[in-house]
């Protein structure tokens, strides 16, 4: 490869240096500044984080990849890319597996990758991260000489750095990593990750980085199962409370009795089977996070004690006089409609108020598009792992039912569907096979599109075909733009391409629409 081409693919990315641009569109140029110096069918860039690699950007692989979380130990030719000190090309015959195998997006048949090349990334000379290449004729890198992806390399770690410049710039002063482990430790649980690029999840992050940085008390609302308890974990890991430990308990497990001896502790001899003194979750909690968990199944009688810890700090353990002073952040949840509870005399107004400081609501899971294909990617490679497989990927037609269904039990019916599916599959194959796809059919969802029409009202059908037959087109025009720009997470070229328009024809059309 002659200079020339390195360098005209090098020079747009060295003036990227300068700019300041978002970190997924900076990433995304970057591959495909690499793709475009480097012919191959995908690309990915992966950051090193402990003992995983995670997907930052991918360009030719499926969107569930974005969701996966690789095992460094679990992945040979991860491993060897990482001990490398520059790059590597393995042979097209090599029996490593290749984690990539069934993630060729667009492939439902050609499924296994044949000509794979990678390069670490070094950041202030310590491992950052991987880039990788894949193809599928085996003798597509043979041409490529190494040291122009070295090149490529070294540019992708000084972009790579810039990009985190600017976010440590943007953020706090803490290190988001470091405080994360200490959470992690003072919790006894393993970090959980949220995902997502929907425009409703990016809300919600940008909520939980504001809240969380204040003292105040929060209510998390949102159907069962999308994931509220991940939600006050996030706020407390971004709080200044984050070394301190975050408590839990779910109100709705215990009866009142037992509710009260779990909240405020007992002393012995409070009641039957009282043998020990004991502290309560507040106390248990003191200097961190409270996490009251199905908030809307306490009685009267346990509201009103709890305003009075939350109003003075001060608490009481069952059978005892003495005051007890806690400094504790308090978090709850909840599905139910609090404030028509309180209409309907079930719940304190006063109690309600002192909860609902700062509401946040979680989105349901139909609501963030094609966040279910990355969730799904981040599940998938959980049961991969867990079963032993190669490879665990998702067919085209069985993205579209994930992406059509309705999800009435949330991410965690996404979790256990997954999970169900991919050992249903197993179990129907006569031989473990080196790459297990999942269709529509293991799946086993209803016709999510066909009900949804079914049970559309009359009215809303009408609205979209009666009137001015400019607005209706023009509306129609919105809606289907506005849909492929919220699938591409807002990048315009790629949304061009899918619609089949010219750039620039599509920027002028959104203009004429009212959309820019």
């Known amino acids: 490869m002659t200079a020339k081409p390195l360098l005209t693919a090098l020079l747009p990315l060295v003036s990227d240096l300068s700019r300041e641009l978002p970190e997924g569109e900076r990433y995304r140029r970057l591959l495909e500044a690499m793709r475009a110096l480097l012919p191959c069918d995908a690309a990915a860039l992966l950051r090193l984080d402990g003992e995983w690699l995670v997907p930052l950007a991918v360009d030719g692989l499926s969107t569930d990849t974005l969701g996966r979380r690789f095992k460094v130990s679990e992945h040979p030719r991860f491993q060897a890319l990482l001990s490398g000190p520059g790059p590597t090309r393995f042979a ?44 599928l004729d085996p003798e597509r890198f043979e041409p490529i000489e190494l040291d122009a992806l070295q090149a490529f390399a070294s540019l992708a770690a000084a972009t790579v750095n810039a990009a985190e410049r600017i976010e440590r710039l943007n953020n706090r002063v803490e290190d988001e990593h470091q405080r994360a482990e200490v959470y992690r430790q003072a919790s006894g649980q393993q970090t959980r990750e949220m995902i997502g690029q929907s425009k409703a999840h990016k809300r919600l992050v940008e909520e939980i980085s504001l809240v969380g940085g204040s003292d105040l008390t929060v209510l998390i609302t949102g159907e ?23 408590i839990s308990l779910n109100c709705a497990a215990l009866p009142d009795t037992l509710v009260e001896s779990e909240l405020f502790g007992h002393v012995r001899g409070a ?48 059978g005892s006089d003495k005051e007890h002073q806690v400094d504790v952040r308090l978090i709850a949840a909840t599905n139910r409609d609090l404030a028509e509870e309180v209409r309907s005399g079930r719940y304190r107004a006063d109690f309600y108020h002192r909860l609902s400081v700062y509401p946040l609501r979680v989105p349901a899971l139909r609501d963030r598009g094609r966040d279910v294909l990355l969730l799904s990617g981040y599940f998938l490679e959980q049961n991969r792992s867990r079963m032993g497989l190669n490879s665990l990927r998702l067919n085209s037609d069985a993205q579209a039912a994930l992406l059509a269904y309705d999800w009435p039990g949330n991410v965690r019916e996404l979790e256990h569907l997954i999970g169900r599916s991919a050992l249903k599959a197993l179990g129907n194959c006569k031989e473990r096979p080196k790459i297990l796809s999942l269709s529509a059919a293991d799946l086993d969802l209803p016709n999510a599109s066909v009900e949804a ?51 620039a024809n599509l920027g002028r059309m959104a203009k004429r629409l009212g959309m820019k």
């Not at 939600?231 to 890991?237: E, L, M, R, T």
């Open 92 to 135: 097209a015959d090599s029996d490593l597996p290749d984690p990539y195998d069934g993630l060729v997006d667009g492939l439902d048949d050609h499924l296994e990758v044949h000509d794979c090349m990678g390069c670490p990334l070094f950041i202030d000379e310590r491992p950052w991260g991987l880039l990788t290449l894949d193809a």
């Open 224 to 246: 069962t199962g999308v994931g509220k308890e991940l939600v006050a974990q996030a706020i407390h890991a971004a709080s200044p409370r984050a070394d301190k430990p975050i």
């Open 271 to 318: 009641f039957t089977g009282a043998m020990n003194d004991r502290r309560g979750k507040f106390e248990l909690a003191n200097g961190g996070t409270l996490f009251l968990d199905e908030v809307g199944e306490l009685s009267l009688t346990v509201q009103a004690k709890l305003l009075r810890v939350l109003q003075s700090g001060q608490l009481q353990r069952l």
């Open 453 to 503: 029409a079914a049970e559309q009202p009359a009215a809303s059908v009408t609205q979209l075909v009666t009137g001015d037959l400019r607005e209706a087109t023009e509306r129609y025009q919105r809606q289907l733009i506005g849909a492929c720009l919220e699938r591409h997470n807002n990048n315009w070229a790629s949304a061009a391409r899918e619609l089949g328009l010219d750039r």
